[in-house]
């Protein structure tokens, strides 16, 4: 089981940035894969941005060259630093974990934690 607990969102203006964390309950090494996923209203959850184990990075086309994703492997914690916010980021964000091997797959989501970029 991985408890995961998400926080850093709020309100901001067009043109601000904001740095989400993820806390893990896991040594996040141990983990495949880590990401970011975000909803809007009326929306399905769309992938932002992930990082594996051995530090391959994938972003979405939307948030290319705005926002970065890292880790802090002694702290266990994810970030999503977000910058140049559009309105068009506003939603939930949620912070996702994989795991996974030889007969088994896990995957754990966080509360989520609202982000509201105002133009």
């Known amino acids: 089981q991985v408890q995961l607990v998400e926080s850093g969102g709020g309100l901001v203006q067009a043109g601000g940035s904001l740095r989400l964390s993820c806390a893990s309950s896991?040594?996040?090494?141990?983990?495949?894969?880590m990401g970011w996923y975000r909803q809007a209203p009326g929306k399905q959850r769309e992938l932002v941005a992930s990082?594996?184990?051995?530090?391959?990075?994938n972003y979405a086309d939307s948030v290319k060259g705005r926002f970065t994703i890292s880790r802090d492997n002694a702290k266990d914690t994810l970030y999503l630093q977000m910058d140049s916010l559009k309105p068009e980021d506003t939603a939930v964000y949620y912070c996702?974990?994989?795991?996974?091997?030889?007969?088994?797959?896990?995957?754990?989501w966080g509360q989520g934690t609202q982000v509201t970029v105002s133009s």
């Open positions: 996702n974990a994989d795991t996974y091997g030889l007969g088994y797959r896990h995957n754990y």
């Open positions: 896991r040594n996040i090494l141990r983990i495949n894969v």
């Open positions: 990082i594996t184990s051995n530090d391959s990075i």
